[in-house]
């Protein structure tokens, strides 16, 4: 079995895998980068909402202190709400701890001077709801949370305002972005390596081959496989056809067999068992209703790993035709010659004859000559209306009487001179004819002779063929084997292939809607039944009741 290996350089091993690798860390680098960067907004924007919610539960302690309460709601006491505002000012952190009436007037604030001044925004609390957001203060920016004041009369008397510093924010911000920079420094990391193991995986993949590389093979695939005239089908490990050439899906008919199962395009067969390597050898033979193919698997290895096979599949149907043409002239130039020998000694005792005076005897042997050349052509003419397969027959008995084998034309023998199926009764009977000559002609004589019996018969519904010998016969147990393209008992012979004959009877008989049987055991008779075009099928049983073999005639 030749196995296909490849094989690759050593110049540029690295080259791939290193590309691949370098562009997939700057991959996983720039993506680290954004993550980290959305990262630290969105990490920015969750601090401001949780320091607003920081200062908006300050406001809402301030706003709840009854000091305050009182204060703002009798009117008055302001010292008293400056005091107690900035002690929970310094107690919070906050950068402001504002109190501020319905008029807009601050009560209290971090910086004095600023304690009676009207503020620039209006009162959002009067909605009764709290409030939070980003406020640029005289203390700078800060995370701001306004809260409703509510009197001793639960009266709304004004807003608490707490802001807190935007250099908190950022400081916490600070401290948590190292944790971040080393979550996304492991997952860079992890990257890299899935990177380097993905290369160093497709490197393996690909063979070491580099992407100039693959892409001048995949040109010079496609040239390849649609510029030669032989079949070329590839498959996977698991048997799927991952490559099909025009070629093959002309010989084979697997249109659409790309991607698919072997089993699942092809039915059951001597094809089928040779593509898929059940049939093992070179140049298997294999005849298809169209072709006579030679197929070849060679299984594909690269070091040591099995990757599938690939078969190649040449057309043969001329060859063999001109090969089986070519057998049969020699073996009719073998007859001629022989016949040319035979003439010369009866033209030698003719011309002794007239030598020694013997008009008479020469003139009775020459006609009694002539006549048992035409005795054989008009035997056959009196059954057989067609001169095309008088002439076959003719010539075959030839052959056969040059290699010491009879052929019998039976009395109840009778075709007609335009018979339906002749060209393919031509090749059925004279394949038939050929096998049973090799029988013979190679087997001890049996009492009576080497003899064939060829039947022909022309009905209303069928036309029967019928050959019997009596030569060795069928073995037992191989009456469907004999059938199949390329089995044989014998060697080949001269530029003949064996185990084609009766293939291809079997499928012209089986193609046309006919029958063929064979008997088993010593002296076979072959039967092959055609039905005559444009009539109803008839049931088997009833033709081989009305075509028995002829056991004993062998």
């Not at 009596?470 to 012979?493: L, M, Y």
């Amino acid at each position: 079995m030749i196995r296909i290996r490849f094989r690759t350089g050593r110049g540029g091993k690295r080259r791939l895998s290193t590309l691949i690798l370098a562009n997939q860390l700057v991959i996983l680098a720039l993506t680290g980068l954004i993550g980290f960067v959305l990262f630290a907004f969105a990490q920015r924007a969750e601090l401001d909402r949780s320091y607003e919610q920081r200062a908006l539960a300050i406001a809402q302690t301030a706003a709840a202190d009854p000091q305050i309460q009182q204060a703002m709601g009798y009117g008055g006491g302001g010292d008293l709400v400056q005091t107690v505002a900035e002690r929970i000012r310094r107690a919070s952190g906050a950068s402001y701890v504002v109190v501020i009436d319905l008029r807009g007037v601050r009560r209290s604030h971090p910086i004095p001077a600023l304690i009676g001044e009207p503020v620039v925004e209006p009162i959002v609390v009067r909605d009764g709801h709290p409030h939070v957001g980003t406020d640029q203060g005289a203390t700078g920016r800060s995370a701001n949370g306004k809260a409703p004041l509510y009197g001793p009369s639960s009266a709304l008397v004004g807003e608490v305002s707490v802001g807190i510093p935007e250099r908190d924010v950022l400081g916490e911000l600070w401290r948590e972005l190292p944790t971040f920079g080393l979550y996304a420094a492991i997952a860079t990391a992890i990257g890299a390596a899935a990177a380097y193991l993905l290369a160093r995986r497709l490197k393996r993949t690909t063979f070491g081959l580099e992407l100039e590389e693959i892409a001048g093979l995949l040109q010079d695939r496609e040239a390849m496989l649609h510029g030669i005239r032989e079949g070329v089908v590839a498959f996977d490990p698991d048997g799927r056809i991952t490559v099909v050439n025009d070629e093959a899906r002309r010989l084979l008919g697997l249109g659409a067999g790309l991607g698919r199962l072997l089993e699942d395009v092809l039915p059951d067969g001597r094809l089928r068992r040779a593509l898929d390597g059940t049939l093992t050898g070179t140049d298997v033979s294999v005849l298809t209703d169209d072709h006579c193919l030679a197929v070849n698997r060679m299984p594909v290895t690269l070091h040591g790993r099995e990757l599938g096979a690939v078969v190649t599949v040449r057309d043969r149907t001329e060859l063999i035709g001109l090969l089986r043409e070519l057998d049969s002239v020699r073996g009719l130039t073998d007859a001629l010659r022989a016949q040319q020998h035979e003439f010369t000694n009866r033209m030698h005792t003719l011309a002794g004859l007239l030598d020694i005076g013997e008009h008479q005897s020469a003139y009775e042997y020459a006609i009694e000559t002539a006549r048992s050349g035409q005795a054989l052509t008009e035997a056959v003419r009196r059954h057989i209306g067609n001169q095309l397969m008088v002439g076959l027959i003719v010539a075959k008995t030839t052959v056969a009487t040059e290699r010491g084998v009879r052929i019998v034309l039976t009395d109840d023998s009778a075709l007609g001179e335009d018979p339906p199926h002749l060209r393919r009764m031509l090749t059925i009977v004279g394949n038939l004819l050929d096998n049973a000559i090799d029988a013979t002609a190679e087997a001890p004589p049996a009492d009576g002779g080497r003899r064939i019996r060829l039947t022909l018969t022309e009905g209303d519904k069928l036309i029967v063929v019928r050959v019997a010998d009596n030569g060795p016969g069928i073995v037992p147990g191989t009456s469907q084997s004999i059938f199949e393209d390329g089995w044989s008992t014998r060697p080949e012979r001269g530029t003949a292939r064996r185990g084609l004959g009766l293939a291809m009877v079997h499928r012209l008989v089986q193609r046309h809607g006919g029958t063929i049987r064979v008997s088993e055991g010593p002296g076979a008779v072959f039967t092959v039944v055609l039905p005559l075009p444009d009539t109803a099928p008839v049931p088997q049983d009833a033709l081989f009741t009305a075509a028995s073999p002829m056991r004993g005639e062998g």
